[in-house]
């Protein structure tokens, strides 16, 4: 039945739209609050309530309390209905996920990217996974609803393609219609986004949709992005400025940025930036457990990630100060936008000493206003939120509707 959500559809389809939009969001929910919050009469709710029973994509949880009488039936979505595939892109790995529709990660595989991971064979391999991922959990094809992609760099929804795609460490990326390319392997819908905007998509509705509705994404990675809930709903950034935050000028005096200003946060607080500092650090006759393996040249974002985990003190001091600035521009970006929430997500929240530094900075730095209640979170799944948002990005395709 979600498959007929879509398109011109009947009065009493648009109905059962809303009612399930309604369960996904706010089960468990009886009878009497769905018809408050839709304006059905209680016997037509129950009606259609009873529907979307029978097609199996609700249930009662059970969870009713009773007063005396009978339990009231409470409806929560079944989430093995349909299935899910999440994918994120990055120069770094691909993830992908095979979910289901409460967005719960059932199957994860990552491909390490390197310089034979061209744009066919990553695709490929994404192809290869979710076949193996649907037949080792017994889920025929048809019950996949459709694939998500998510890439952490500007793109062209319309063209299916990554607008900037030299970071990638191999060729064959640049005007390739990955939409396309994946419909035509896996015989099923493609949808395309920003990974910022995924990410902040999957973390809202995952945990915080029955709390606010603003919140705000970070996330330091290979660059510094950002993403908003405004009033429920993503807020898609104009000209692709998602990274707007990372030239965010701290210094005009400071480092020069790759932007060709300077004092920009993406020069303090991203991965290159990091990078280019423990290389100068090392450079300078810093000691590192860096030295041990590799002239200072040959060190990259994967033995800096390794040597963090190892608690490698000029590393950690790099990161440390890094953070820092993070959390000045984490300051800055809540005194412009007032948002209730704002979640820290990237390679490097997981990592030690990086969010701790930041979240500290930036609370120190909004304190001088008393009133203001902003929560600082790091991301429930740093790693893998950006997927999870690609499929989340499926399932909204199927169930989003505006309530007249």
Wanted: proline residues 3%; charged residues 20%; aromatic residues 8%.
């Amino acid at each position: 039945m979600l498959r007929q959500f879509i398109g011109i559809t009947s009065q009493k389809t648009k109905n059962l739209k809303v009612l399930y939009r309604f369960i996904r969001q706010w089960g468990p929910i009886g009878v009497k609050t769905l018809s408050e919050m839709t304006g059905y009469k209680p016997t037509t709710c129950a009606r259609l309530l009873d529907e979307l029973v029978q097609a199996g994509l609700i249930h009662d949880s059970g969870l009713g309390e009773s007063s005396g009488g009978r339990k009231p039936l409470m409806y929560v979505i079944r989430p093995d209905a349909f299935y899910l595939i999440g994918v994120e892109l990055t120069n770094l790995y691909t993830t992908v996920l095979l979910l289901d529709l409460n967005l719960t990660i059932l199957g994860t595989e990552k491909l390490k990217m390197d310089s034979q991971c061209t744009a066919q064979y990553t695709l490929d391999y994404v192809s290869r996974c979710i076949n193996e991922l649907l037949a080792k959990h017994d889920i025929p094809a048809e019950k996949m609803l459709g694939i998500g992609v998510g890439v952490l760099d500007p793109v062209d929804l319309e063209r299916g393609i990554i607008v900037d795609s030299h970071l990638f460490p191999a060729d064959g990326w640049h005007d390739f219609n990955l939409v396309k390319y994946l419909e035509q392997k896996n015989d099923t819908l493609v949808f395309l986004d920003n990974g910022t905007n995924l990410a902040a998509l999957a973390e809202y509705r995952l945990n915080y949709w029955k709390e606010t509705d603003s919140l705000v994404f970070v996330s330091s990675d290979m660059g510094i992005r950002s993403s908003m809930i405004l009033k429920g709903k993503l807020v898609h950034q104009i000209n692709e400025m998602d990274d707007a935050l990372g030239h965010m000028i701290l210094d005009i005096h400071g480092r020069r940025c790759t932007c060709g200003a300077y004092g920009c946060l993406q020069a303090y607080s991203s991965l290159p930036a990091i990078h280019h500092e423990v290389i100068h650090r090392l450079k300078r006759g810093q000691t590192s457990m860096l030295q041990q393996n590799m002239d200072a040249d040959k060190v990259d974002f994967h033995h800096i990630l390794e040597a963090m985990d190892g608690q490698d003190s000029l590393c950690l001091e790099v990161v440390k100060e890094a953070a820092y600035y993070f959390g000045i521009g984490l300051a800055n970006l809540i005194f412009m936008l007032r948002p209730d929430i704002v979640i820290c997500g990237g390679t490097l929240v997981p990592k030690p000493l990086f969010y701790e530094e930041a979240s500290r900075t930036a609370h120190e730095r909004v304190a001088i206003y008393p009133n203001c209640q902003v929560k600082i979170v790091q991301s429930s799944t740093a790693y893998n939120i950006v997927a999870q948002g690609a499929g989340c990005m499926v399932l909204d395709y199927f169930t989003s509707t505006e309530i007249k």
